[in-house]
């Protein structure tokens, strides 16, 4: 299996590829066929593969949405998990805030100033919201302007997702997150990294409390 992932994140196989067949595989990997069956099957199960009946099999897209639904459905056994989610979303997120103030440009913040209009006008909204506050986030992590982050925020952003749903259902959490996007962008602005960092961890945590 290790041989396997290296070729895709090398990118000797990339998304949609189609593999080899077995025998050819196990050649390949320098394996038997039972070994290189049991690798294939058991990157079906982290969704890294796809195997078509009668056609073939495939590399999936990779997308970090697909990548992280075993490890949602791990995680959604484990009701303490969402404390662990919010701590390491509030790491990320606040340094990715960070380093969006160090590198914001004046167009940057004009996107960011019409989203967080947009969420005002719409905090009676709920389904609104919920799709601007994602769109706020993926606007800060876009001028931030590392891939690295980015892709592991993604896959973060899918494992919290029903949570931030639920929140966002109370009025008293949008109308605190309308506030909190003021604050980080306000920092944002003033090239502020250390407030910038501060008022997303914040917003994090108010965002992660269960509405009463």
Do not use: W
Not at 179 to 196: F, N, P, Q, T
């Amino acid at each position: 299996m290790t041989r396997l992932k290296s070729m895709i994140l090398d990118g000797e196989l990339k998304p949609f590829d189609r593999l080899p067949g077995e025998k050819d595989l196990a050649a390949a990997l320098g394996v038997s066929r039972p070994t290189a069956r049991e690798a294939v099957q058991a990157l079906v199960a982290l969704n890294i593969l796809d195997v078509r009946h009668g056609d073939g099999t495939y590399v999936t897209s990779l997308e970090p949405r697909l990548l992280a639904a075993p490890m949602d459905f791990l995680l959604s056994l484990d009701h303490g998990s969402q404390l662990v989610l919010t701590e390491s979303r509030r790491v990320l997120e606040s340094g990715i805030a960070g380093l969006a103030a160090e590198r914001a440009a004046p167009a940057d913040l004009a996107s960011l100033r019409t989203i967080a209009d947009l969420y005002r006008a719409s905090v009676g909204d709920v389904d609104a919201c919920i799709a601007l506050d994602q769109r706020f986030h993926d606007e800060v992590t876009r001028i931030a302007a590392n891939p690295i982050l980015a892709s592991m925020l993604s896959t973060l952003a899918m494992l919290t997702q029903r949570s931030r749903q639920h929140t966002a259902r109370s009025l008293a959490v949008r109308k605190r997150s309308d506030v909190d996007h003021r604050e980080i962008l306000d920092a944002i602005a003033k090239k502020d990294s250390v407030g910038a960092s501060a008022a997303m961890s914040a917003h994090v945590s108010h965002v992660a409390k269960r509405p009463r």
